[in-house]
């Protein structure tokens, strides 16, 4: 069965430090990647996405994620965050042959002004 | 566009009550999820549809849980009787087969209190 894992689970940060959230997801075929956003008090909106080409994926609000075929990873990063990056972040994957979108347990970023 | 929407907002009801969550999909998507969001164990998908008819409920929890989608646009979750451990944040999302990805798009989401 497929699974995700978000292993930072609470990050803290100041503004304009680098941000990067890992994911990792089990599925040894070919898989749909995903990374959702959940703003305070919000429903989940989809920041980017990865199907296929360029295993750099650039999304909104400056954020991208990095596709590692060889490491089962889709980590997310931003170069420099903001007060409004606060949010709770999800990976999600789904794979070709199913229509289900597992998520990640989430991780949950605090930005310090 | 409307998004997707769902009712009640919040909701909160005594042990042993039946809850009814009710969700619209985006006019023209063909899958409908619900998931149930706790901090203990984050997002889990309930049960989806597609074309109104349910294909995979594996993650409904128990029976005391069901869902039905009587046409395209309308979907309810039950849950009878409900219990304190099912208060979480239920969310219903909707898709269209045939764009580039199973980008799932979410309601509100409904916040079951069960005391």
């Known amino acids: 069965a497929q699974s995700v894992s978000q292993h930072n689970h609470h990050v803290i940060l100041s503004e304009a430090a680098s941000l990067e959230l890992g994911c990792n997801y089990s599925?040894?075929?070919?898989?749909?990647l995903f990374w959702y956003v959940q703003y305070p008090g919000q429903h989940l909106q989809l920041l980017l996405k990865?199907?296929?080409?360029?295993?750099l994926v650039k999304g909104i609000k400056g954020f991208e994620a990095e596709f590692i075929k060889s490491k089962f990873s889709f980590n997310l990063r931003k170069p420099s965050v903001q007060w409004s990056d606060t949010a709770e972040y999800f990976c999600a994957v789904t794979s070709h042959n199913t229509d289900k979108l597992i998520f990640g347990t989430g991780t949950r970023l605090q930005v310090f002004p | 566009d409307a998004g997707v929407i769902q009712s009640p907002r919040h909701e909160v009801t005594e042990m042993g009550q039946e809850v009814t969550l009710r969700c619209k999909p985006i006019?023209?998507?063909?899958?409908l999820f619900w998931y149930r969001q706790t901090m203990m164990r984050g997002l889990e998908l309930l049960i989806y549809?597609?074309?109104?008819?349910?294909?995979?409920d594996s993650g409904m929890p128990e029976d005391r849980f069901s869902a039905k989608m009587p046409n395209a646009s309308f979907s309810t979750l039950k849950i009878q009787p409900s219990e304190p451990r099912d208060s979480a944040v239920y969310f219903c999302a909707s898709s269209l087969t045939g764009t580039s990805g199973r980008e799932l798009f979410f309601g509100e989401g409904s916040r079951l209190t069960v005391l």
């Open positions: 990865y199907f296929s080409g360029d295993p």
């Open positions: 549809f597609n074309n109104n008819v349910p294909i995979d």
């Open positions: 006019s023209g998507h063909d899958y």
């Open positions: 599925y040894g075929g070919t898989v749909n």
